[in-house]
């Protein structure tokens, strides 16, 4: 059964809506986001609550649930 | 009978109002060595904290030339600095060490990548300062290994970040890695240097976002080094400028992670 949940741009405030099943990774969720936002290349990372979560792990591992919101940050690699 | 008072004797010591702040070991924090990677915008800042909070003992590594462009956000550069092409790591050191001539300052004009793996063992604490990830990969993984607390820091325009690695105990900066970091892993962030097309878009960076990141970065340094580790940021630390809101993000440690395994 796909969950749905909210993905908020931290840069402009924006947010998409995306369908997502157990099995989709964090990377998806970020690369389908930064996709949609047309961002430039770069690092990012995703954020649910004061958890980031890791590229590799799964919807079901992250315990990301129905209705949940997420946040794409940029990750500074500037200095 | 105590030693009588002599008014005005506490302004006669450079560090009178450090030593007001208990915890803070002073003897602990000239003994240290410390290893800075970088000496762009971060490094210049990390290196201005650093001897202003009474590190002695300084090794600063970075291969690139000032270039005009830095000056928005380098306080030890100069003008003419770009005009002589000069050395970030030279300048940095040579102009840190008239702040307090009592601090030594060792300018390595390479890459992080050519310092001698046995180099790392001496040193109590490396911070990192760099614009790119590759770089971060090496500094990371050469503190891990030896041990050593390895405190990066990052900025994007008014976006900054800072992540404190105590190895074993926390996440390391791979952990954090996903496949957006590995597609530019080589891109430079932000500064100048013989391995940057010129065609390269170049991103946003100033003095505020770079001051602050880097006051948290020598900060949490100055903790360790004086034995409150226990208070150091144990995951992510970020911050953001434009909304002035900041907190610390939980970052697990990947069980894929070779540093970990």
């Not at chain 1, 909210?6 to 995306?18: L, S």
């Not at chain 1, 961002?39 to 949940?68: P, S």
């Not at chain 2, 063992?121 to 790119?132: A, K, Q, Y």
């Not at chain 2, 340094?221 to 034995?227: L, N, R, T």
């Amino acid at each position: 059964m796909p969950l749905r949940i909210r993905v908020r741009n931290a840069e402009t405030g924006a947010t998409v809506d995306m369908e997502l099943e157990g099995e989709n990774t964090v990377e998806e969720i970020i690369e389908g986001a930064a996709g949609y936002w047309e961002k430039d290349a770069g690092a990012y990372v995703l954020r649910c609550g004061k958890r980031l979560l890791r590229g590799q792990q799964t919807v079901a591992e992250v315990k990301i649930m129905d209705n949940d919101n997420l946040e794409l940050i940029p990750d500074p690699e500037g200095g | 009978m105590s030693d009588p008072i002599v008014p005005g004797r506490e302004d006669g010591d450079r560090f009178d109002r450090a030593r007001r702040i208990e915890w803070v070991d002073l003897d602990a924090l000239a003994e240290a060595e410390c290893l800075v990677v970088g000496a762009g915008a971060l490094g210049n800042e990390v290196v201005k904290d650093l001897v202003l909070s009474g590190m002695r003992n300084i090794t600063l590594v970075d291969m690139d030339q000032v270039v005009l462009s830095n000056l928005n956000r380098c306080l030890f550069f100069r003008e003419e600095d770009d005009r002589d092409r000069a050395m970030k790591a030279e300048i940095v050191a040579e102009r840190g060490m008239q702040l307090d001539p009592g601090v030594e300052i060792r300018a390595v004009v390479s890459r992080i990548e050519e310092l001698h793996e046995t180099e790392w063992e001496r040193f109590d604490v490396v911070l990192g300062c760099l614009d790119n990830i590759m770089a971060r990969l090496h500094a990371n993984s050469h503190s891990y290994h030896a041990g050593i607390p390895y405190i990066d820091g990052g900025t994007f325009g008014m976006a900054g970040k800072v992540q404190m690695v105590i190895p074993p105990e926390t996440p390391c900066f791979q952990c954090g890695l996903n496949r957006t970091h590995y597609r530019v892993l080589e891109k430079r962030f932000s500064c100048t240097g013989r391995d940057v097309s010129f065609f390269e878009p170049k991103m946003p960076a100033e003095i505020t976002t770079t001051s602050v990141v880097a006051a948290i970065q020598v900060r949490e340094a100055v903790k360790f080094i004086s034995g409150r580790g226990d208070n150091c940021i144990r995951h992510v630390f970020h911050y953001n400028g434009m909304t002035g809101m900041s907190e610390t993000l939980e970052l697990s440690i990947d069980p894929e992670c070779p540093l970990h395994g």
